[in-house]
């Protein structure tokens, strides 16, 4: 057997140099950064050589760091690893050897695999170490790992000893480290933490000694001379022990099979038979003997002892015998059936066939059926209590009695009173499958006579029995009657028959429930028959409200409301909780209605703009999209186009640019100086520029937009700003250098082919020849412009004359020229 090895240091920074088997140097190469020292270590810290075991790929690597002799950076390490395949693991006899030449291989030239020797000399490890015992307790018990030893001293030597003395299946386990920071200790089960750390880590996971002696299991997993008991019989059972925290399982099993005293003791053992036992013929006899002592204590059994054996997996066992026996003793027991909760638990159990295991459903079923005929009435008197206390165990009863055609012993032996949703749920499942007597006697039980009767009409097929019983009950009934009788029972014929009723007499409307859903049936089918609604607005609102306030969310409600045009809620106080009880397919369409409504009284004065609610606010603004609608709500009243305007619409600059558009085209109406004032106001405190931009176009045509321009100039481009200002007779203050900018700007675009355009440049007194024909007109009057700026060429006030006497109504060239800006 050979155990390759791979060393790693400083090589620009921490690598892998060289190894004893080449063709692995992918799997060495992929490891080097398990063999560094962690990133967590402080600076200054002295640390000491250590060992660290880590799963990698299929291998299990043990790796020896300590400071690196051969660089002066502060945190560099050499490292030896040794790489044991997963298989091999168990196969190594000493693996203190394999340390012991880890750590003498930093310094030799040897770079040989390791041989492991098959009769070591090394002393055996001393189980009896009190850190040693603590250590494998911790790795027994559901202690929160990584276990957490202060101080490197013994530590390695403790651990190399716990991996070499543990069952070599449970190799694995033993994961440990040198560690300086919880973010450092990956998959450890154990580590070592400097003493200056300690109060980093939790104090809960700190290991203290343990002065009792060992458990049973400890012992075993240190392989001590007394426990050959225990692992003698995890071998004769093969139990399985994928794990250190399996042998507790071991242990209990153990203890279980060597002095099980009661029933309960033998189930739990052959529970954990079944579930750890192997396949080896002496596991199998195990699981015998095991199944026999349990079958041997039937006369023991209770109730719940049987309903505990429902999850009991068997198929590994010898099972007839035991089988047999639970079928037998629950047919004895029925012949003395009690009535207690245990008792009802194992019938419900039974005949629900609720347990997890087919052979329990099946002998415990069979059990109760071949009893049934010999005591019927007992059995359904405890079948009636088991429905009591287990509901969901109706229909299973149900079917058990009526396969052994014994429905008449639930008739005849039902209880003198039952609760009335037992009842209610008997009466249903005996309507799904035709025992009408059960159903009757069952409602009878809970139920006064009439009740119980019409409980009965309820669930009658739908065939002439039921018409004649439903036509009869009612030919003599009044409309009243009729009114309450359909409200009560919600039947679908009782229902049209009242609907025909209120077609033929609207006014009957008057006496809508609006706390009842068949009502809102009646009302769907008297619009759906074309009857006249006779409904008052008050009673409507109120109607409303109160649906809101119960929390209605039906389509049954909303449904005929909507059809009916009655789900206007722009006047309902309590609104805004309709919004998230209203179905997802009807909102569309309240929300029109409700917007419809607010937008007309809102042009009679009865709605108001201010806190409207999400969702009803998006619908009401996209409605006032519709601009003609804000205009007749501006000639109407100037107080609710100022709250529309800064409350709900327009919400965006596009939106603005489209009201204003609206507004300017309709040559009928003015702006009124406060409306115009206030919508200037918006656009100046929303920066809206592209509104800003197109009043400025519109004043051109509409002085009715002058007040809205005056609050907005200063967001509006410098040119409208400064013309506009001119215009409006207000003072104009232009900066030279905004002044020359504009005056570079509009000569651009009145010259646009340049300076020689129309001989501009030397009619007013400028030279052709110095200038400069590169670039297109305007980066040509850029230059000129700095030209003239500078004092060069011809004068800025003959220049800018000039260009007036070519254009002599440019509102630009007038600004600049009565401003005197250009200086």
């Keep these: 057997m050979r155990i390759y090895k791979a060393w790693y240091g400083p090589k620009g920074g921490h690598a892998f140099l060289f190894s004893t088997e080449p063709s692995l140097q992918l799997v060495f190469r992929q490891a080097a950064w398990i063999t560094d020292l962690p990133g967590t270590v402080p600076t200054g810290l002295q640390w000491q050589p250590y060992f660290r075991t880590a799963i990698h790929d299929d291998y299990f690597v043990i790796i020896h760091t300590r400071s690196s002799r051969d660089t002066t950076r502060a945190g560099m390490v050499d490292s030896v690893a040794a790489f044991i395949p997963l298989t091999d693991l168990s196969l190594v006899p000493d693996l203190r050897e394999l340390a012991n030449n880890l750590r003498e291989s930093h310094d030799s030239d040897d770079r040989k695999p390791f041989v492991p020797i098959t009769q070591t000399a090394t002393a055996p490890a001393n189980v009896h170490s009190p850190l040693l015992l603590t250590m494998a307790n911790s790795l027994i018990s559901t202690k929160q790992r990584p276990v957490i030893h202060i101080g490197q001293e013994g530590f390695d030597d403790i651990m190399l000893n716990l991996l070499q003395v543990v069952p070599k299946q449970l190799r694995r386990e033993i994961i440990f480290s040198l560690s300086f920071s919880p973010e450092d200790t990956g998959a450890s089960f154990a580590i070592a933490v400097p003493n200056e750390l300690a109060s980093r880590y939790p104090q809960g996971q700190i290991l203290s000694i343990l002065s009792e002696p060992p458990s049973t299991a400890v012992a075993a997993l240190l392989n001590m001379p007394d426990c050959s008991s225990l692992l003698n019989f995890g071998e004769m059972a093969d139990f399985d022990i994928p794990s250190a925290s399996s042998l507790i399982l071991l242990e209990q099993a153990f203890q279980l099979w060597r002095g099980a005293i009661t029933v309960s003791d033998e189930i739990t053992l052959v529970r954990l038979l079944a579930a750890k036992s192997g396949d080896t013929e002496q596991a199998s006899d195990v699981r015998k003997r095991a199944l026999d002592r349990l079958t041997s204590m039937s006369g023991q059994w209770t109730p719940a002892d049987v309903l505990s054996m429902r999850n009991l997996q068997l198929e590994r066992f010898d099972s007839h015998e035991f089988t047999v026996a639970v079928e037998t003793w629950v047919r ?391 013309t506009l200002s001119w215009k409006m007779g207000d003072s104009v203050q232009i900066s030279p250098d905004d002044a020359w900018q504009m005056f570079e700007q509009t000569l651009a675009e009145l010259y646009s082919q340049g300076p020689t355009h129309n001989e501009i440049w030397s009619r007013c007194g400028g030279k052709d020849e110095h200038l400069s024909s590169e670039g297109n007109g305007i980066a040509q009057w850029h230059r000129c412009i700095k030209h003239v700026r500078a004092g060069n060429g011809p004068d800025a006030l003959n220049l800018l004359q000039t260009a007036l006497r070519d254009f002599s109504e440019n509102a630009v060239l007038k600004v600049l020229r009565d401003s005197h800006s250009l200086k």
Aim: aromatic letters at 6%.
């Design 332 to 722: 004895n027991c029925a012949a003395n059936i009690a009535k207690t909760e245990d008792d009802c638990r194992l019938f419900g159990h039974a005949v629900r066939s609720a347990a997890q295991q087919n052979w329990w459903n099946t002998q415990v079923h069979a059990g109760y059926m071949s009893a049934i005929n010999a005591n019927s009435s007992g059995i359904a008197a405890l079948a009636w209590e088991t429905i009591k206390k287990e509901p969901e165990s109706i229909d299973a009863a149900l079917a058990f009695f009526n396969i052994q055609n014994q429905l008449k012993a639930l008739v005849s032996s039902v209880p003198v009173a039952l609760p009335s949703l037992i009842a209610d749920a008997i009466a249903q499942k005996s309507a799904n499958i035709g025992a009408w007597q059960l159903c009757g006697v069952a409602l009878a039980a809970a139920h006064t006579p009439s009740k119980a009767l019409a409980a009965v009409l309820a669930l009658a097929p739908y065939n002439g029995a039921r018409r004649v019983a439903i036509e009869s009950s009612l030919s003599r009934a009044s409309s009243n009657e009729c009114i309450v009788i359909a409200v009560r029972e919600d039947i679908e014929e009782v229902t049209t028959l009242v609907a025909n009723i209120v077609i033929a007499n609207p006014e009957r409307l008057r006496d809508l429930d609006w706390t009842s859903l068949v009502w809102f049936d009646i009302l769907d089918q008297v619009i759906a028959g074309g009857g006249i609604l006779a409904i008052e607005e008050a009673d409507r609102l109120l109607g409303l409200q109160t649906i809101i306030q119960r929390g209605e969310g039906s389509v049954r409600v909303w449904g005929p409301l909507v059809r009916a045009r009655l789900a206007d809620l722009s006047h309902v106080m309590n609104r805004s909780d309709a919004w998230k009880l209203i179905p997802e397919n009807l909102t569309t369409a309240i929300l029109k209605l409700t917007a419809e409504g607010w937008l007309s009284g809102v042009l009679n004065g009865t709605a108001s703009v201010v806190g409207l609610e999400e969702p009803l606010r998006s619908e009401a603004t996209s409605g006032l999209k519709g601009n003609m609608v804000l205009l007749s709500i501006a000639q109407k009243s100037s107080a609710q186009f100022i709250n529309i305007i800064n409350e709900l619409y327009p919400q965006s600059d596009n939106d603005c640019v489209a009201l204003l558009n609206s507004m300017s085209h309709s040559h009928d109406y003015r702006l009124a100086p406060a409306l115009a004032k206030s919508l200037g106001q918006l656009i100046q405190d929303r920066s809206w520029r592209s509104a800003a931009a197109h009043s400025a176009n519109i004043v051109r045509l509409r002085d009715d937009f002058q007040p809205l321009c005056r609050e907005c100039l200063n967001i509006m481009p410098l040119w409208d700003c400064i």
